[in-house]
């Protein structure tokens, strides 16, 4: 629509107030407006902290020759023109006071094409009066240059920062809209230096790697997508990837960045088992809603927005952040518990590493099941079950090798009944038991007298125990298989179990008999027997480096 000045009664429904306060509000209006005029393409230029000189160029739609001027005019807009409009906003400007409001507190200049316009147009405004207009040549697109910023308002320099802050601002903010549109190719150049530049392919993944790094990049989850609205996505970090500060955090509603609280509680509800007080992700996060859920006529710099259904809103971004952390293959860290979880997920790497065990010093024992200790290279979570297991299994396996299995015998006989299934293996296949150590008798129907057994499995469940074995035996695999399933399923009866609390010195003396056996990082099944949490996992736990 071409630029209107609106009506007195929507004028008086826009949220009054000032639209530029420092320079990366400046390079904000400008940057909205090529967006808006569908730019793919957006170099923005800044010195002495904005002070100086901004300067945005853009390849989007320009303004119509004869209609440069009225955009200047405030609450001129071609975005909006009934209250119906007002109510249902689908661009970043809408209130037409960005230019007049910039123009009244610099000097600019503007070039701009449209479509129509055989020639571009140049005007120069000095106090908001045009000094200047003249036929310039120029492709399709506007070039805006503010210079002096502030110039006549001593009061308002003064609020102002270090360049060094203001370039900082402006950075952010170019940042956040290459975010929010990763289609868009951005540029910004501040005193000469380039120091952003996205590709523009409309990948987000490789916008984040331009703004927050490569490995950051790498590590991001995605956030399911749905097409219709309301929806979410974008892409959050998993947990092992965490700063210091609520700054990664972006929020775009409909494109717009937007600050709101009640986002950053449903990101941090979402992340509340996953990450430490004092820990924040990385989240980039558009929210998308129908127009007239939303109300951004909440503030003249346009960056909060109402949302009519909250609930809702908190709700989506709630369950869409956990869903994704849920999926994430990365393990969760940060409090104890989540970085043994971290640990855990190195079980396999760690079940991969055979070889002898590193010097280890018992620490204590941990809910009467793991023994921890200390390493050279860390902390060790020994399963006792797991480990005795691989204790026992390589035991059994030398002595039935040497056909020297332990026998004892016991002083009281165990009565087993067995199943007619398992009587039947045991006919078929009981020398297998025999050689290992249990001595069974007939004793009527299906009723088995057990008199001795191996002496390893002395404290056990001795009925069970036969039974296990025999199940053991049902595979029609080669005797050399069968001897490892019997040893395995004999470890696994005999082994101390979870639960069983266990002296100083018995922690010490399985930890001295694992050191013995050839795989101790593995029990006979291929799990680990220990966890390995490293010293430099710690510090990194910690915070202590990088
Ligand atoms: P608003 O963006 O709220 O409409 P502005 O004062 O920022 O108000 O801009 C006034 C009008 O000038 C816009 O509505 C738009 O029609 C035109 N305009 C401003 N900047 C550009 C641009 N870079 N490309 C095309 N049109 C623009
Ligand atoms: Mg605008």
């Known amino acids: 629509m071409p630029i209107g000045v609106l009506a007195p009664e929507i004028i008086s429904r826009i949220a009054a107030g000032e639209v530029v306060e420092r320079p990366a509000s400046v390079v904000k209006e400008l940057v909205e407006n090529a967006l808006d005029a569908g730019a793919t393409q957006i170099n923005v230029e800044s010195q002495g902290g904005g002070i100086s000189l901004i300067r945005v160029i853009d390849n989007g739609s320009g303004i119509p020759a004869d209609q440069v001027e009225l955009a200047f005019h405030r609450y001129a807009t071609s975005k909006i023109g009934t209250l119906t409009d007002l109510e249902n906003i689908s661009t970043l400007g809408f209130r037409g006071e960005a230019l007049p409001s910039i123009a009244a507190v610099a000097d600019v200049e503007i070039l701009t094409k449209s479509e129509g316009d055989t020639v571009g147009i140049y005007l120069y405004f000095k106090n908001g009066n045009v000094m200047k207009r003249e036929k310039r040549s120029r492709t399709r697109g506007t070039t805006i240059t503010v210079r002096h910023l502030f110039r006549n308002f001593p009061a308002r320099l003064k609020f102002l920062k270090s360049a060094t802050t203001e370039n900082g601002h402006i950075a952010n903010l170019l940042s956040q809209y290459a975010l929010a549109f990763p289609e868009v190719k951005f540029n910004l150049v501040i005193d000469g230096r380039l120091n952003l530049s996205t590709p523009g392919n409309g990948n987000l993944r490789d916008v984040i790697a331009e703004v927050y790094g490569v490995e950051v990049a790498q590590q991001m989850l995605e956030l399911e997508k749905t097409e219709q609205v309301p929806s979410v996505a974008g892409l959050i970090s998993s947990g092992s990837l965490a700063r210091s500060s609520r700054s990664y955090l972006s929020f775009f509603v409909n494109r717009r960045w937007v600050r709101s609280g009640l986002l950053a509680r449903a990101v941090e509800d979402a992340y509340r ?14 929210v998308f809603l129908a127009p007239q859920d939303i109300d951004v006529n909440v503030h003249p710099a346009k960056t909060e927005v109402k949302f009519r259904n909250s609930q809702t809103v908190y709700a989506l971004v709630q369950k869409s952040i956990a869903n994704a952390l849920a999926r994430a293959p990365l393990p969760k860290v940060k409090t104890a518990s989540t970085s043994l979880e971290m640990a855990v997920s190195l079980w396999a790497t760690q079940a991969d590493k055979s070889g002898p065990l590193p010097i280890l010093r018992v620490i204590g024992q941990l809910a009467s099941s793991y023994i921890m200790a200390e390493g050279p290279e860390g902390l ?73 057994v191996p002496r390893l499995m002395k404290d056990t469940d001795l009925a069970e125990t036969v039974r296990a074995v025999l199940d053991s035996l049902i595979t029609d695999e080669e005797p050399h298989y069968r001897e490892k399933n019997i040893a395995r399923s004999l470890a696994c009866h005999g082994a101390i179990k979870a639960g069983q609390s266990l002296t100083a010195d018995e922690m010490r003396e399985l930890i001295r008999q694992l050191e013995l056996t050839t795989q101790p990082q593995t029990c006979p099944h291929g799990r680990p027997t220990m966890i390995h949490l490293s010293s430099h996992q710690l510090e990194k736990e910690f915070g202590r480096t990088g």
């Open 273 to 286: 088992d996953t990450l430490t007080t004092g820990r924040y992700p990385i989240v980039v996060l558009n």
């Open 380 to 452: 060790y979570l020994i399963d006792q079950h797991a480990a005795h297991e691989r204790i026992l299994f390589e035991k059994i396996l030398v002595q039935r090798s040497q056909q020297q299995m332990e026998i004892q015998g016991l002083l009281e006989p165990v009565n087993i009944e067995l199943s007619p299934r398992h009587e039947e293996i045991l006919k078929t296949r009981g020398e297998f038991l025999s050689q290992f150590g249990f001595i069974l008798e007939p004793f009527g129907m299906r009723n088995y007298l057990l008199r001795a």
